[in-house]
Each structure stands twice: as C-alpha cells, then as structure tokens.
C-alpha cells in the first residue's frame, strides 16, 4: 500500500519560493503519476499540476506555469513541488496524490477521482 507524506510548507513572503516534499514508501513513485492539488477553505480543491510515472511529462494549470515546478527523486522515492514568485493568492492547503500508472508519459490533474493515494496536506501561507 503506498503511502504519501508531504514536509516543507510554511509561511513565505511574496514573491518568495518554498519547496514541498512528497515522500512515498509501500511502493515506488515511478510506478506512478504524481499529482499535486491545493484547497482553501470554503472552496473546491484544485489540481494545479503532475508528473508521468516516466517523468517526461509535466502539466500545469495556468494559474501556476512558469512559476511551480514538479520533479522527481526516484533514488529518494520523493517527488517535489517547486514553488517560486509566490503570490498571496497561492496560499492554500497542498496534497500530492498518486496514481497508478507505470511506464506512462501521460498525466492530468482534471479529475480527482483517478488519484487513489493521498497525502495528509500541508499548509502554505503567503503573507507580509
């Protein structure tokens, strides 16, 4: 049973980065795709990016491209979030969810429902 763990949220100033670690065990991250999602309170939960079990693919959502990155640590089993120039707008609660999908160039943060495995959240707050 994979198990997903993020580390590395925190407050950040604007236009400050910050990096968020997912870290997996029970399995192999390369078996499948990783997508990150964000929510705030009171609104619905938003996939902003992912990653191909192959990890030659990289999607983002609009509102994040240019500015986050997703990348891979199949030694470490860990797939990170970049996240640099951040706005206030970026603050939110962070998953990294996983879906099985080995030897697979594709990924989409679409639906939800296709990620099995979730992470616990990790807060991301950006404030002066």
């Known amino acids: 049973q994979l198990q997903l763990v993020e580390s590395g949220g925190g407050l950040v100033q604007p236009g400050g980065s910050l990096r968020i670690s997912c870290a997996a065990s029970?399995?192999?991250?390369?078996?499948?795709?990783i997508g990150w999602f964000r929510q705030v309170p009171g609104k619905e939960r938003e996939g902003i990016g992912c990653?191909?079990?192959?990890?030659?693919?990289?999607n983002y959502v609009d509102s994040v491209k240019g500015r986050f990155t997703i990348s891979g640590d199949n030694a470490n089993n860990t797939v990170y979030l970049r996240m640099n120039s951040l706005k206030p707008e970026d603050t939110a609660v962070y998953y990294c969810?996983?879906?099985?999908?080995?030897?697979?160039?594709?990924?989409?943060?679409?639906?939800?429902?296709?990620?099995?495995?979730w992470g616990q959240g990790i807060q991301v707050t950006v404030s002066s």
């Open positions: 990653i191909s079990s192959s990890g030659l693919t990289g």
């Open positions: 029970g399995s192999t991250l390369d078996l499948y795709t």
């Open positions: 969810a996983a879906q099985w999908a080995p030897y697979s160039s594709f990924c989409s943060v679409l639906d939800a429902d296709n990620y099995k495995y």
